[in-house]
């Protein structure tokens, strides 16, 4: 007869080892730099956009700025899914006021990002994540 005991505590190890480990978005997406790699592509894909390019166009004209601003959307990317950098560019209202964008936009951004992910094979749970996150923040990006 086998030892009960041993067993259960055997299938319990099981268990607890298949446990799913909350792994953060940060580290899904690559970390540092898959996040840098993956906001490059994101901007590179808004600048052939045809939906959107005509706002990040006028970006290339002044380099520094166009540095600028991709550094703040890395940074906004790491801090806000759990990389340690802090995020020094405007608050999103202030950062896309003026630009008067709207929700057939907003989607097109949207689109290039999730594209954009695919192409880094980032996983379709962490797709989902950052679908969610995006949207929640409609409400500050657009018609402003
Ligand atoms: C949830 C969606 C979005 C997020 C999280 C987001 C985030 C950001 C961040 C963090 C910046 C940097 C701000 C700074 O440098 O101080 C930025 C800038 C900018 N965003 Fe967005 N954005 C979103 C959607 C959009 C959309 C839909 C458009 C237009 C189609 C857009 C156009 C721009 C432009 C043109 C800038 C540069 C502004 C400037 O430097 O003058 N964004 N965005």
Same mark, same amino acid.
């Given at each position: 007869?086998?030892?009960?005991?041993? +067993?259960?505590?055997?299938? !319990?190890?099981? =268990?607890?080892?298949?446990?799913? +480990?909350? +792994?953060?978005l940060f580290d899904r997406l690559g970390g540092?730099?898959g996040i840098?790699?993956i906001?490059?592509?994101? =901007?590179?894909?808004?600048?052939?956009?045809? +939906? $959107?390019?005509?706002? %990040?166009?006028? !970006? /290339?004209?002044?380099?520094?700025? %166009?540095?600028? %601003? /991709?550094?703040?959307? &890395?940074? %906004?990317l790491s801090?806000?899914t759990?990389g340690?950098? #802090?995020?020094?560019?405007?608050?999103?209202?202030?950062?896309? /006021?003026?630009?008067?964008?709207?929700?057939?936009?907003?989607?097109?951004?949207?689109?290039?990002?999730?594209? #954009?992910l695919? &192409?880094h094979?980032i996983?379709?749970?962490t &797709?989902?994540?950052m679908?969610? $996150?995006?949207?929640?923040? /409609? @409400?500050?990006? $657009? @018609?402003?």
């Open positions: 007869k086998p030892n009960t005991q041993e +067993v259960s505590n055997e299938n !319990l190890a099981v =268990v607890v080892n298949e446990e799913p +480990v909350e +792994v953060s540092t730099d840098s790699s906001v490059d592509d994101i =901007v590179q894909a808004h600048l052939e956009n045809p +939906v $959107i390019n005509h706002v %990040f166009l006028p !970006l /290339k004209e002044n380099p520094e700025h %166009f540095e600028s %601003f /991709k550094t703040h959307v &890395k940074e %906004f801090a806000g759990g340690d950098a #802090t995020y020094t560019g405007k608050d999103l209202p202030s950062a896309h /006021k003026g630009l008067n964008t709207t929700e057939k936009e907003f989607l097109s951004a949207v689109d290039d990002i999730l594209m #954009t695919s &192409k094979n996983d379709e749970e &797709k989902k994540d679908l969610y $996150i995006l949207y929640s923040m /409609k @409400g500050a990006v $657009i @018609g402003l």
